[in-house]
């Protein structure tokens, strides 16, 4: 049987998940391995979230926000931006590999891009295999 | 302990097709804490609100999970059903399996899989789930109108006349929007002026409007029934308390501008009013093209004044209006065809773009009605060139959908002011519309000559000077066509405002692409906006033609109606809270917020939070270092209970 890895999502309600909920409406297909958490705002992300993720067995997190200058909150995905970004650098220096962890701006008019960078993004995972380096057996 | 009752929504086939719903009320039974779990067709419907608000009270409820459509969708229908059978709102998860699963695989096997793994997952969010208290607020009644064109003035005017104040704000020096530049309006052939005039005039004559011309928004403060919009009067250099309208300066005036209203074809004064029908009938300087400004004398419009209104120190200035709700009606720009350098518009004389024509049609126009090229010629042969720029995926994908219409229009009024041949190249012709169709046959009668081929391509004609060749596939035929015309006219794409990305960001509007307004619902919710209180009209929304942009400007006056007819407002509850225990006076929380809630509370020595500016966003939350910031419904207890659930399986 093929690896069909666990996927988490984070996405903010207002232009991601919504956008996500377009790729529904227009029957946009594409692979069933994320699971989507919804917030109000990207930037409600603590770091600790995606560790945990990690931690939980996910072979990849995507992280989902408005484009960066059109957050419903103002600057809330301008902070999401730059804390994600060291995220994503202490992640890798502590092992993980490149391209697990992943950030996009997917707006809510943007139902393609959400199909297509889950397609792209569960692909790459699959590629990558089992995420063991975090991973802690329960 | 919980007890959480797991109520699973078939959608129809809509989910039940590719999700084994039954399956998963089983599994969900099998979960701690749930004590009972159901599936139904449809749970929106009456019986099946009937069946949660019967199994909260049989089973004493105290968590409602519905797996069902977007919470989005409807998280409002079934906090009701939990308010109504006496158990707090918030208690409340909504499971998304239908655009996000059923509505995106089309394999069963998987999509019951990841159909369990969030349903694991909101079972353990629910476990941690709060009661949470609403915020009630007082609403401002009054209603601000951004953009009056003819959605603005017919929203300002439904409005006013239920009796609520109302603010209209224009960026330029009069009112009427597009509509006013237009002669007649297709199908009927009504002219223009005579259906918009009367309204503009009953607008400024109207009580409870508030008329601010040449007025731009340049601060949106507040949420939904207390907004705080600050709004810049840009300076006329004419004082309209004192202006009595005589318009004996802009009989003097030997400034030259260039005038809007007639798309350019003509100069104006630089001290004017727009047109003779204009709403105020005030005059207003432009500065670029004043004598005065320009070469610092001049000043003759001061002299003819008798009123002493001329005041060249006039500045900007800014004024905070308080409203309820605002409807945005900004409207549209026509593409700036230049680029397309195939149709040589901007280089051969003879070629129009369709506003620069309903001013040639217009009696009040640059040629008093009459069709003459710009070199005082009449045409003999005219080409219309439909869908440049729309349904053309280098420019705009989006049939503009009024152009086929007024393209048929041009070809009667041309019919019947020329003796010219009239040629349409259109790729389809589309007239969905209440007596569209007819108006095309009765074109059809006119002798006017239909090309099923899109204009490629226009150039001068080497034999005859001041002609030009246009050329197109005749798609009927397969013939490849070359014809000689004096005139072309292009129906360029409709776009948002050139500035609709700076009200968009202004009101907190999502766009499209292109940065037409998105609308919350494009089925059950087209006037609404993600924003709480801000509605959209017209076709600042996507493009439409007056008879729909009037329907939406009633829609959207109701909708603001239900806001600003109440005296209070529920806001959410999913505010952030200091545990001040926890607080280490970091003051990262103050740093960050984008509404300045939280604040330094000196005589505790911690941070709190100011409930009423707080939206909700949870950024503090997460920067929080001693997490002493819950954010309430999205606490990290419950995002990461939501995660562990969702990895289980």
Redesign the interface.
């Given at each position: 049987m093929s690896f069909e890895p666990k996927i988490l999502g984070i996405a903010c309600n207002w232009c991601t998940y919504t956008g996500a909920d377009l790729a529904g409406t227009t029957r946009l297909q594409y692979p069933q391995n994320l699971r989507v958490v919804r917030v109000m705002c990207s930037s409600r992300i603590n770091p600790s979230f995606i560790f945990r993720a990690f931690q939980l067995g996910a072979d990849g997190v995507l992280v989902g926000g408005c484009h960066p200058g059109d957050c419903h909150y103002n600057t809330g995905n301008l902070y999401a931006r730059r804390r994600l970004a060291v995220t994503k650098k202490i992640l890798e220096f502590s092992g993980l590999e490149p391209g697990r962890f992943r950030v996009e701006w997917i707006s809510a008019s943007e139902g393609n891009k959400f199909a297509e960078v889950v397609t792209e993004f569960t692909e790459q995972i699959k590629n990558l295999g089992p995420q063991t380096k975090f991973k802690i057996e329960q | 302990m919980s007890r959480i009752g797991v109520f699973v929504c078939h959608c129809g086939l809509n989910i039940a097709k590719t999700v084994r719903v039954s399956e998963l009320a089983e599994f969900a039974a099998t979960l701690p804490d749930v004590v009972v779990a159901k599936d139904y067709k449809f749970m929106c419907s009456t019986p099946g609100q009937e069946m949660i608000a019967n199994d909260i009270k049989e089973h004493r409820l105290d968590r409602v999970i519905v797996t069902a459509c977007?919470?989005?969708?409807h998280e409002q229908t079934f906090r009701k059903v939990l308010a109504a059978s006496g158990l707090n709102q918030y208690l409340l998860s909504i499971v998304?399996i239908?655009?996000?699963?059923s509505?995106?695989?089309?394999?069963i096997e998987?999509?019951t899989?990841?159909s369990k793994?969030?349903l694991n997952?909101a079972v353990n969010r629910a476990r941690l789930l709060a009661p949470l208290t609403s915020r009630v607020i007082d609403v401002n009644p009054d209603v601000m109108v951004v953009g009056a064109g003819i959605a603005g003035i017919q929203a300002a005017l439904e409005l006013a006349n239920t009796g609520k104040k109302v603010y209209l704000v224009e960026k330029n020096s009069t009112i009427g929007g597009h509509m006013a530049q237009f002669d007649k309006t297709f199908p009927t052939l009504d002219c223009s002026a005579c259906i918009l005039t009367p309204k503009m005039d009953n607008v400024l004559q109207h009580k409870n409007i508030t008329l601010m011309t040449s007025c731009e928004v340049t601060e949106v403060k507040g949420f939904v029934g207390n907004f705080d919009i600050t709004v810049k009067q840009k300076a006329r250099y004419v004082d309209h308390d004192k202006c009595n309208a005589c318009l004996a300066c802009t009989e003097k005036c030997p400034g030259k501008g260039v005038s809007e209203w007639d798309e350019g074809l003509v100069k104006r004064k630089a001290i004017y009013i727009p047109f003779p029908q204009a709403v105020p009938q005030k005059p207003v300087i432009d500065r670029d093209a004043c004598t005065y400004f320009i070469k610092g004398k001049c000043r003759l419009c001061e002299k003819v004044c008798e009123q002493k209104a001329i005041d060249f120190e006039q500045q900007d200035t800014s004024t905070t209006v308080k409203v309820g709700a605002v409807i945005v009606a900004t409207g549209y720009d026509l593409m700036d065809t230049k680029p397309l350098l195939q149709y040589g518009y901007g280089r051969y004389p003879g070629v129009y773009n369709a506003l620069e024509v309903e001013r040639l049609f217009n009696s009040a126009g640059p040629t008093g009605g009459k069709v003459t090229l710009r070199d005082g010629r009449e045409p003999q042969a005219i080409a219309i060139f439909h869908c440049i720029g729309s349904r053309d995926k280098n420019n705009y994908e989006h049939c503009s959908r009024v152009c086929c219409m007024y393209s048929l229009k041009f070809a009667h009024l041309f019919k019947e002011k020329t003796s010219a041949d009239v040629y349409q190249f259109y790729i389809d012709m589309r007239a969905a519309g209440k007596g569209y169709e007819e108006f095309y046959n009765r074109i059809i009668e006119e002798d006017v000559k239909f090309i099923r081929g899109k204009g490629a391509r226009v150039a001068e004609s080497a034999d005859e000077p001041g002609r030009l060749i246009v050329e197109a596939e005749d798609t009927i035929t397969g013939k490849f066509i070359k014809l000689p015309v004096d005139m072309v006219v292009l129906s360029p794409a409709m776009k948002p405002r050139a500035d609709s990305k700076d009200i968009?960001?202004l009101f907190?509007l999502?766009?499209?692409?292109y940065g037409f307004f998105?609308e919350r619902h494009p089925k059950l919710a087209p006037l609404s906006t993600?924003?709480e209180g801000i509605f959209i009209a017209g076709v600042c929304q996507s493009p439409k033609d007056i008879p729909d942009t009037v329907a939406q400007a009633y829609g959207a006056a109701a909708e603001a109606l239900t806001i600003v007819v109440k005296d209070k407002l529920e806001l959410e509850a999913?505010t952030a809270m200091v545990n001040p225990a926890s607080c280490c006076a970091c003051l990262n929380c103050v740093r960050?917020c984008?509404?300045g809630a939280p604040f330094f509370n000196e005589q505790k020595g911690v941070s709190e939070i100011n409930e009423a500016l707080c939206?909700?966003?949870?950024?503090c939350?997460?920067?929080c270092p001693s997490s002493a910031i819950i954010?309430r419904h999205?606490t990290?207890d419950q995002?990461?209970a939501?995660?562990?659930g969702?990895?289980e399986f």
């Open positions: - | 977007s919470p989005l969708m998304n239908r655009e996000q699963v509505w995106v695989t089309h394999d998987e999509g899989a990841k793994a969030l997952g968009a960001r907190n999502s766009t499209d692409k998105m993600m924003s999913t960050v984008p509404y939206k909700g966003c949870g950024l939350a997460s920067v954010a999205f990290n995002v990461l939501e995660m562990e969702l990895m």
